[in-house]
């Protein structure tokens, strides 16, 4: 159908967004280098729309609107036997791990990734810091971790926890 409204997922490019976010600098970073030959979605709407209007059919394009306030992954990586669902964050927290099963949950929902159902499904947290109270919690739900630390992360820190200097130092 002409009407049929079509989700077209593209890397985040080079710009503002990548430079301001570490953890999406950090998520670019490490899937060139782990996984440079797979497809990869980025900040991918998972599930079906759960917004609805009661009583009036919804045309796709005003569906695919609506999808916009979907959960999001950081990236949907497809390789020939995975799916991975990946969640960056600079630094591994508890709460990344209910996120995480979150959108996993989803996948078994999003129209366009029942193609790859069949594929073992992979939920893995990316962090540049490791915090072993959340790396147990995941592993214990069996959420893989990988560590990723690239050489800037340290500039990151400094930058972000430094402590200020007080108004009244002199």
């Given at each position: 159908m002409a009407d049929d409204a079509t989700i077209t997922p593209t890397p985040i490019p080079?710009?503002?967004?990548?430079?301001?976010?570490?953890?999406?600098?950090?998520?670019?970073?490490?899937?060139?280098?782990?996984?440079?030959?797979?497809?990869?979605?980025?900040?991918?709407?998972?599930?079906?729309?759960?917004?609805?209007?009661?009583?009036?059919?919804?045309?796709?394009?005003?569906?695919?609107?609506?999808?916009?306030?979907?959960?999001?992954?950081?990236?949907?990586?497809?390789?020939?036997?995975?799916?991975?669902?990946?969640?960056?964050?600079?630094?591994?927290?508890?709460?990344?791990?209910?996120?995480?099963?979150?959108?996993?949950?989803?996948?078994?929902?999003t129209p366009e990734l029942r193609q790859y159902l069949g594929r073992q499904m992979v939920e893995l947290h990316l962090w540049a810091i490791d915090s072993e109270l959340a790396h147990q919690m995941a592993t214990a739900q069996g959420q893989a971790v990988q560590i990723f630390t690239p050489p800037w992360i340290e500039e990151y820190i400094q930058k972000k926890w430094s402590p200020k200097p007080s108004a009244d130092a002199s």
């Open positions: 080079l710009g503002a967004r990548r430079r301001i976010q570490a953890s999406t600098n950090l998520l670019h970073e490490w899937l060139q280098i782990a996984h440079p030959s797979a497809t990869v979605y980025y900040e991918y709407r998972l599930g079906p729309t759960p917004l609805s209007v009661p009583g009036y059919p919804l045309t796709p394009a005003t569906e695919a609107m609506l999808r916009r306030s979907n959960l999001y992954a950081d990236a949907i990586v497809i390789e020939p036997a995975r799916l991975t669902i990946v969640e960056a964050k600079v630094i591994g927290t508890p709460s990344a791990i209910s996120q995480l099963r979150a959108y996993a949950n989803l996948v078994l929902g």
